[in-house]
Structure formats: structure tokens, C-alpha cells
């Protein structure tokens, strides 16, 4: 299955030269001596991506406001492009509950964005025939040996929104779900990267055995589109 769900056309190509800070790096353009500053979106490590001499896409601030005029769109990871700011995650997810084709959760009678649960902001709160579900996306841009790996550094955040999840089904408030936008086209399972969160990756497995669902959604970025490949399943290790 191939299905575009957004476009989002690089501007330029450049060179990445160094991370200055979580929301900042330098980047020399393509065909140019110059170093401008660039924000990138995803506090991530992206060790894999945001290295010296690798080939990033860049798309043009749209806002006469912003410090930098540049945003990170993409890095180059062998031969794929991978696609790394997450400014576009909530769009990503809205496409993907939208297309009945892809059909992640089954019928949807509509959804609610950034609804709060507990002492947390959950993505989404659909609305369906028999039930309500609440949903937490989180980005993927990691992979080793064919896994797609989330977390790439540690995550008390990411760690609160899964205990909100499992709260939620133990009270019985409605179902709950994760959902993975995996931007690793050599991906073939989705796991908790325990060697860089040990906290998170217990909770994970806690959320499985408790039901929470999880949808790994396989997507493929060629610098102007973003695609609908496949859902992969949880690595067998970390299955219920």
C-alpha cells in the first residue's frame, strides 16, 4: 500500500555542520560557502542524522517572526531520506484517522485534538460507535537491524503519557492507544529502545499486558511527499 497523506516540499539541500543545542544547528547550503542557523523541531538526539558533512533537506521559514529562517525537514540515512521535524506529527496523524482505507481504528465518528487526561495533553480522544479511545502519536527516526526504535534519548514525558493511557483503560474511562509514525523505510517491527530509556520500556510493556493497543505506522518521505507504506507489528520480545 502507497498512500500520500501529506506534501511537504523541501526548499533546499545543505550540509549539516553542527548542533549547537537542542533547537539549533548550523547547516551549510548547497552550493554556497554560507552556514545558517536552522531550527529543528525534534529534541531528539538524532545521532544517526544530525552528524558533520551528512546531506539535510531545509524548508523556508514561512514567518517574517521567526529567529531562524530555515526549519530541518530531513536527513540523508544510507539511501533513504528520513524525515525529522515533528511540527508536522498532529497533521501526519489527522491524515492517517481520516482515510478510511488505512483504517487504524476502525470506524471513526470524529476526534478531538489535545484533550487533557490526568496531568497530561493526550493527542487524541476519537468518538466511535461503541466506545471512546484515547490516542498518543509519537515519532520514530530511529532503526537498527530492521527494528524501528523509540525512544532516541530518555523521556519522563513520554513515559507520563503512557501511564495516562494505562490509567485510563484501568478506570475503564474508554480504550486507549499509541501510535508510532515510523520514518525508517528499513523498518520491519517496532520496540522500546531500552538501552536508552530502561523507564520507558517497562512501562511500554506494562501499557501491552494492560491492552493498550499499539500502531506502528510505516512512512516514507522523497522530499516532497509523505506516504502511507504499511502498519508493522511490535518486535516478538516486547508482544503481550
Known amino acids: ?19 549547537v543545542n537542542r533547537f539549533l544547528s548550523k547547516v551549510e ?30 524548508e523556508k521559514a514561512k514567518s517574517n517572526d521567526r529567529k531562524t529562517n530555515w526549519t530541518l525537514l530531513a536527513g540523508k540515512v544510507n539511501s533513504n531520506l528520513v524525515f525529522v521535524n515533528s511540527g508536522y506529527h498532529r497533521r501526519i496523524a489527522e491524515k492517517l484517522l481520516d482515510d478510511a482505507e488505512i483504517n487504524l481504528f476502525g470506524e471513526i465518528v470524529d476526534y478531538e485534538a489535545e484533550k487533557r487526561l490526568g496531568e497530561s495533553r493526550i493527542d487524541f480522544l476519537l468518538d466511535k460507535e461503541d466506545e471512546r479511545k484515547w490516542v498518543e502519536v509519537k515519532g520514530c527516526t530511529l532503526a537498527e ?35 508510532f509514525l515510523v520514518f525508517r523505510p528499513d523498518s520491519k517491527c517496532f520496540a522500546p529502545h531500552e538501552d536508552k530509556d530502561s523507564d520507558f520500556t517497562k512501562t511500554f510493556e506494562l501499557a501491552v499486558r494492560k491492552g493498550v493497543d499499539v500502531e506502528a505506522v510505516k512512512l516514507d518521505y522523497d522530499g516532497t511527499d509523505i506516504r502511507f507504506v504499511e502498519e508493522i507489528p511490535v518486535c516478538e520480545a516486547y508482544r503481550s
Open 145 to 179: 537491524d530492521g527494528r524501528a526504535l523509540f525512544p532516541d534519548a530518555p523521556t519522563k514525558r513520554g513515559k507520563r503519557h503512557v501511564e495516562e493511557l494505562i490509567k485510563a483503560m484501568e478506570e475503564n474511562r474508554a480504550s486507549s492507544a499509541l501510535m
Open 1 to 19: 500500500m502507497n498512500i500520500k497523506l501529506l506534501h511537504v516540499p523541501h526548499d533546499t539541500k545543505g550540509i549539516f555542520r553542527e548542533r
Open 29 to 58: 547550503l548547497r552550493g554556497s560557502d554560507l552556514l545558517v542557523d536552522v531550527h529543528v523541531r525534534d529534541p531528539g538526539r538524532l545521532e544517526e542524522i544530525l552528524f558533520p558533512g551528512n546531506e539535510v533537506l531545509l
